[in-house]
T-cell receptor
């Protein structure tokens, strides 16, 4: 069974500092990887995704993530954060072992990023 | 373009009552899912569907029923509400398993 571990439940940083939000996953089959962001009292929206190909994926709002198959990780990074990046970030994995009924999108527990002035 | 629409946005139930959370999408997506979000627990999958007439259980299905009679709608039924079902519920849809999942705005449910 697939699982997703977000190693930090909270990450406080100062504005314009770099940030890395860590995500590890376990799955026995090929996976698709996603990062979603949730602003207060809203639903989730996609930041970026890894399906195949280049292991460095760029997303919206200046975020990027690197897929590392040997370490089963998909860490999210941003070189310089803004106050408006304050939100909760979720890593998610979809493993598709063939046959539509096997599709499941599993989320980590989330990392609350707080950007302070 | 409405996307994924959930109703109601807020609901208070008494223990033992039943209700249906509505979810509709207008993007012709085959995949639809229901999640509950609790503090420190992330999003946990309740039920999902890969097309009309096909549903399956997720991680926390007990106490909930679903059906998928049309591509557009995927209602979630609480059979007999319990305080442990107090949560924020999100419906999501996607075109395939490797495309973006679109989320509704959520339903905040309190069971007293």
């Amino acid at each position: 069974a697939q699982s997703v571990t977000q190693l930090d439940s909270q990450v406080p940083v100062f504005e314009e500092a770099p940030v890395e939000l860590r995500c590890n996953y376990s799955s026995s089959v090929s996976v698709y990887l996603f990062w979603y962001v949730q602003y207060p009292n809203q639903g989730l929206q996609l930041l970026l995704k890894y399906l195949s190909g280049s292991t460095l994926v760029k997303g919206i709002n200046g975020f990027e993530a690197e897929f590392n198959k040997s370490q089963t990780s998909f860490h999210l990074r941003k070189p310089s954060v803004h106050i408006s990046d304050t939100a909760e970030y979720f890593c998610a994995v979809s493993d598709y072992s063939g046959g539509g009924s096997n599709y499941k999108l599993t989320f980590g527990k989330g990392t609350l990023l707080t950007v302070n002035p | 373009n409405a996307g994924v629409t959930q109703t109601p946005k807020f609901q208070v139930l008494k223990t033992g009552q039943s209700m249906t959370l509505q979810c509709a999408q207008d993007m012709n997506h085959e995949y639809m899912s229901w999640y509950r979000q609790d503090p420190g627990m992330g999003l946990r999958l309740i039920h999902y569907s890969v097309g009309a007439g096909i549903t399956d259980q997720g991680e926390v299905p007990n106490g909930y029923n679903v059906s998928r009679s049309t591509t557009e709608d995927f209602p979630l039924r609480l059979l007999s509400a319990a305080p442990s079902q107090t949560s924020v519920y999100f419906c999501a849809s996607s075109f395939t398993e490797n495309t973006e999942a679109f989320f509704g705005q959520g339903t905040r449910l309190t069971v007293v």
